[in-house]
């Protein structure tokens, strides 16, 4: 069974001060991993999707990375309104469902 | 740009009511996705349909049914109603249907059960 673990399960951050939120990932079979942003109440916002190892995406202050076991989103210099739930999901063998870990909750404080 | 719609946004029933949630995916999309969220959980996977056939299913309960239109709408359908089925339901949508496609989500409807 397709297991996704992120960590910490909650991260409270400074504006400014840098920081990476980690996915691990146990499948068979990965087809793609995805990052969505989730605000509360609200539907997940997409970020980036990393099909294979080595791969980096970026945007605006986010930067994701993918390696054969885990994925990390890199933060830099956040701000207030990066406060946020960050999700990550895996597409995996033959199901076409995507797998989420329980998130990372950021909060970036002034 | 278009995104998934869905509605009601909220949604109050009772228990052993019947509930019908709708979604309506982003243009030339051709899959839709059903996803389950209870407070403070991850989505978890219900059901899945690629041009109008169910495709993947996941943890959805007997007393849940969804099939997708003709216009690529989708509509999920509840009965007998429980309190545990009080969460928040994500329709997402994507092109083609089973490859490495990004799956975008609408901003769910909230399902009460009283």
């Known amino acids: 069974e397709d297991q996704v673990t992120q960590s910490p399960e909650a991260l409270r951050l400074q504006e400014g001060e840098s920081s990476s939120l980690n996915c691990s990932y146990t499948v068979s079979g990965l087809r793609g991993l995805f990052w969505y942003r989730q605000d509360p109440g609200k539907g997940p916002e997409f970020l980036f999707t990393?099909?294979?190892a080595g791969e980096e995406k970026e945007k605006e202050r986010l930067k994701a990375t993918l390696t054969k076991k885990e994925s990390f989103l890199h933060i830099t210099a956040p701000k207030p309104e990066d406060s946020a739930t960050y999700l990550c999901a895996v597409w995996a063998g033959t199901a076409s469902k995507l797998t989420f870990g329980t998130g990372t909750r950021l909060q970036v404080t002034l | 740009a278009a995104g998934v719609i869905q509605s009601p946004r909220h949604l109050i029933k009772e228990k052993r009511e019947t509930a019908t949630l709708k979604c309506y995916p982003i243009p030339r999309h051709d899959t839709v996705y059903w996803y389950q969220q209870g407070p403070g959980q991850d989505p978890q996977f219900l059901i899945s349909?690629?041009?109008?056939?169910q495709s993947d299913k996941g943890s959805i309960p007997d007393r849940f049914s969804a099939q997708q239109f003709s216009d690529y709408h989708s509509e999920l359908n509840m009965s007998s109603l429980e309190l545990g089925d009080s969460a928040l339901y994500f329709c997402?949508?994507?092109w083609g249907g089973g490859a490495t496609d990004t799956q975008y989500f609408g901003p769910g409807t909230r399902l009460t059960v009283l």
């Open positions: 990393l099909y294979s």
């Open positions: 349909f690629y041009e109008k056939m």
């Open positions: 997402a949508s994507s």
